[in-house]
């Protein structure tokens, strides 16, 4: 009696750590993949820093309805990231944290939400695993530490996906509860992309409508699709996306001209906004966008035609997962502007996909799981392999090439590799895959270290301030710009809270120009020089004089560079 008390006591023992084991791992990889380090480098290319701005005057001026850039109406994309912005701003303050921080809360709402799903249809494990492998991918990492509107579009669409799933009959009814009825799912179906529309347009309509229209295609199942269009689903969609576009068109009468036909037709039907990809585009994009996991699409499409031929009542599921990328891979494919983002929505399903499969092999000890988990150690020694190569093309605060945190991160990838190939050969598949996420946590963390250290060569966010305090002389107010690019150009706007203008030559010359490192000896051959300048590095402020034959400077950043690059 007494050692069977002792075993069940044990048992109990080992179950909690096990659980507790869980929620640290997990708790841990939301946190470091999705809010560790928001603020490590300043904004990046032109959108950033105009998103920003935008939210930031929000707070400012106190008006929540029109969006401007530079005191203008800005209609390139709706209001919801900017809302989120503002309110950001008010709670933590204006910083790059602060302006991603709706990105990040986005991002854990879609991994929450999908999680849910693959909770409710494939069990706890699925749910487990897929909060550790979602947040590991290159997508959602990147996103969610993006001040822009992608992530909370890609997040408000997933959730009105998942409801979706619960309208169409294809996750059980856990009860006969309020929460469960068919008025609360739509509701909350119509809310959420409601809020879709106001992250990013009438795309999240055609994205949602399309995928369940094909799924419906496919399964033969039209009469399902009938309760997504609930009237109370209709109601509360028309409550949540319509106020904003009504007051927004009733204060600007050009709104919809420029939203609408301009920012939203002709971005996608003509090449007039220049993102002229080709129609792979998207293929590779995706691939990388659920790196490190890709490898696990072979299998999972293998398994999926398989069961295409059997047509279980699982399957419905499933071919629902395969609908929502499958559609917005062709949508944006066709598309005659292509930008990365937006395939953002097709990875939470696709990772779910990828999960329940992981989940399955583990769960039936499956014969394959042992070459699943030597294709993922190759991918990881990929990776590990590509840190030195990549920090080659990147400006470094060192002389050293490549850098030493880069060498760094390819032995760590290296030593895990062998560790996770010795752990899969030995079968001991869970561990090998808790050794790789942990390995990939603790590149994200040294990553995003070594990105602050770098941030002055790749952003303008120290240029307005350390001037000033590096140069007393200098102001604003006598400062232009030359032949910058345009994300530098928005960057400095940002941090210098000002408009600066774009300096021609013959025009009278500012006591001040910021121009691009490689473009300072250019001045000269105007008639200037600059006996005084500063180099950040990414962009060199200099002091305008007539030519001179000596020159003088001072640097920010890497002190072994006194010279402009």
């Excluded at 701005?53 to 990231?81: H, Q, S």
């Excluded at 303050?93 to 990105?103: I, K, L, M, T």
């Excluded at 999972?300 to 609908?323: G, I, S």
């Excluded at 990828?354 to 000890?365: D, G, P």
Aim: a positive charge.
């Amino acid at each position: 009696m007494t050692q069977t008390d002792n075993s069940a006591v044990a048992s109990h023992s080992n179950l909690t750590a096990a659980r507790l084991a869980w929620v640290v791992l997990i708790l841990a990889t939301l946190y470091i993949c999705y809010f560790h380090n928001l603020g490590a480098i300043g904004f990046v290319g032109p959108d950033e820093p105009r998103y920003a701005w935008i939210a930031r005057d929000m707070v400012e001026t106190g008006d929540w309805v029109t969006p401007r850039l530079y005191g203008k109406p800005w209609f390139e994309k709706p209001v919801l990231y900017y809302w989120g912005a503002a309110l950001s701003f008010r709670l933590f303050g204006v910083s790059e944290a602060a302006a991603r921080f709706p990105s990040a809360l986005a991002a854990l709402f879609a991994t929450l939400s999908i999680a849910w799903l693959g909770w409710r249809t494939c069990g706890a494990e699925t749910a487990r695993w897929l909060l550790l492998l979602l947040p590991t991918t290159v997508g959602m990492i990147g996103f969610s530490h993006a001040a822009a509107p992608d992530m909370p579009f890609a997040a408000m669409l997933t959730l009105a996906m998942v409801f979706a799933a619960r309208l169409l009959g294809l996750v059980p009814r856990s009860s006969t509860s309020f929460t469960s009825s068919t008025s609360f799912i739509s509701f909350f179906f119509g809310f959420f992309l409601g809020l879709a529309v106001l992250a990013k347009g009438p795309a999240a309509i055609i994205l949602a409508g399309g995928n369940i229209l094909l799924w419906a295609a496919f399964t033969k199942r039209w009469r399902d699709t009938l309760r997504c269009l609930h009237p109370i689903a209709i109601a509360s969609f028309c409550l949540t996306a319509l106020p904003w576009y009504i007051l927004c068109a009733h204060r600007n009468p050009d709104f919809f001209r420029v939203f609408i036909i301009e920012h939203n037709f002709k971005r996608y039907l003509t090449p007039e906004f220049q993102h002229i990809q080709p129609f792979w585009f998207y293929v590779p994009v995706t691939l990388v966008a659920i790196f490190p996991w890709t490898i696990l699409l072979i299998p999972v499409a293998r398994k999926f035609f398989e069961e295409d031929k059997r047509r279980t009542p699982e399957f419905a599921l499933e071919l629902f997962l395969v609908c929502s990328p499958a559609f917005a891979l062709f949508f944006f494919s066709i598309s005659k502007s292509k930008l990365p983002g937006y395939i953002l929505p097709a990875i939470p399903p696709l990772v779910l996909l990828l999960t329940e499969y992981l989940a399955a092999a583990i769960r039936n000890n499956s014969k394959s799981q042992r070459w699943v988990i030597l294709a993922l150690a190759v991918c990881l020694a990929v990776m590990g392999f590509a840190f030195p190569a990549a920090s080659q093309r990147l400006p470094s605060y060192t002389d050293i090439r490549p850098a030493p945190e880069a060498m760094q991160l390819a032995v760590l990838a290296v030593l895990a590799t062998a560790a996770i190939v010795l752990l899969g050969m030995l079968r001991r598949i869970r561990l090998a895959l808790f050794t790789m996420i942990i390995c990939l946590l603790l590149l994200i963390a040294k990553i995003d270290n070594f990105i602050a250290k770098i941030d002055p060569g790749l952003t303008a966010r120290a240029a307005p301030t350390e001037a000033s305090r590096l140069s007393p002389d200098f102001a604003l107010q006598n400062s232009s710009t030359w032949q910058l690019n345009r994300s530098l150009f928005y960057q400095l706007n940002f941090y210098a809270h000002s408009v600066m203008g774009e300096w021609k030559p013959g025009e009278p010359k500012p006591e001040w120009l910021f121009v691009e490192p490689k473009r300072e000896a250019e001045v000269r051959t105007f008639g200037y020089a600059c006996p005084q300048y500063i180099v950040f590095p990414a962009v060199v402020l200099c002091r305008l004089t007539p030519s001179v034959d000596r020159l003088s400077g001072s640097s920010y950043g890497n002190s072994g560079d006194r010279q402009p690059r």
